[in-house]
């Protein structure tokens, strides 16, 4: 892989360490599509599994207090099925089609949050919660973001914004796992060829962005953080989308 490549991945996983740690997620949607049009579909969603669960375990320390882990339990459960449907999917699907997926997923993400802000609409129970679980796993094996599901029954089910945030970051990390386990078994060529130094780079980067993080969050209001990860989001994505229909 080539030196400007590598810089370039250490470059946005910075960007999405710093998204995850103020608004509590972030990462996956942001960089995703980015990591996807670098390294190609299958490779880019990959690194970006491995990069979420090692941001979120950095995190976990940080906001152990505030996590509910009642709402952990349930929607770990069912996420775990879906990430192993999901992998299962993602291996057979050619580069383009993947791509078109991960990009689709990101958009439809964003208008989903755009809609749900104004809704007047509260859901309770524990048939929501097993469902968003499902869909984050199968969506984050996919197309690598994991967090649209969740974030919408959050916003549905009025979960305020702390202990959301919080327990999303074990949340991330056991889903994540689960995720990397079944591709290492399915298609372990898909990991990146990073070279040994690259890695390391990697999790240090995300641990600085994650510090970085921390102090932005002290002067960024989340209004603006959330606006800023949308932003980037949505260009990624729609460039996700459009490679991804070139290619067909």
């Not at 990591?35 to 940080?62: E, K």
């Not at 991330?172 to 399915?186: D, E, S, W, Y």
């Not at 240090?204 to 510090?211: C, K």
Request: with cysteine.
């Amino acid at each position: 892989m080539e030196l400007s490549l590598i810089f370039l991945v250490l470059g946005m996983v910075v960007i999405g360490a710093i998204a995850q740690r103020v608004a509590g997620l972030g990462f996956a949607m942001l960089v995703s599509p980015f990591l996807v049009l670098a390294l190609g579909a299958h490779q880019g969603v990959f690194l970006v599994n491995i990069c979420g669960v090692v941001s979120s375990a950095i995190i976990v320390p940080r906001v152990w207090k505030d996590i509910d882990w009642s709402m952990f339990r349930w929607l770990t459960g069912f996420s775990v099925f879906g990430s192993v449907a999901g992998a299962l999917l993602a291996g057979g699907l050619p580069q383009a089609p993947l791509s078109i997926i991960v990009g689709a997923t990101v958009l439809a993400a964003l208008l989903l949050s755009l809609i749900l802000v104004r809704a007047d609409v509260t859901v309770t129970g524990q048939i929501p919660k097993g469902s968003a679980g499902f869909l984050s796993g199968l969506t984050n094996s996919l197309a690598g973001v994991g967090g649209p599901a969740v974030s919408a029954y959050a916003v549905l089910a009025r979960w305020p914004q702390r202990p959301f945030a919080a327990t999303l970051q074990p949340f991330f990390v056991v889903t994540g796992l689960a995720t990397i386990g079944m591709k290492f078994l399915t298609v372990p060529d898909q990991l990146p060829l990073l070279p040994a130094w690259a890695w390391v780079g990697v999790a240090v980067f995300i641990w600085g962005g994650v510090l970085i993080g921390e102090q932005v969050q002290r002067v960024v209001s989340d209004k603006h953080a959330r606006f800023f990860v949308l932003c980037c989001a949505f260009v990624g994505a729609v460039t996700a989308l459009v490679s991804g229909l070139r290619a067909l």
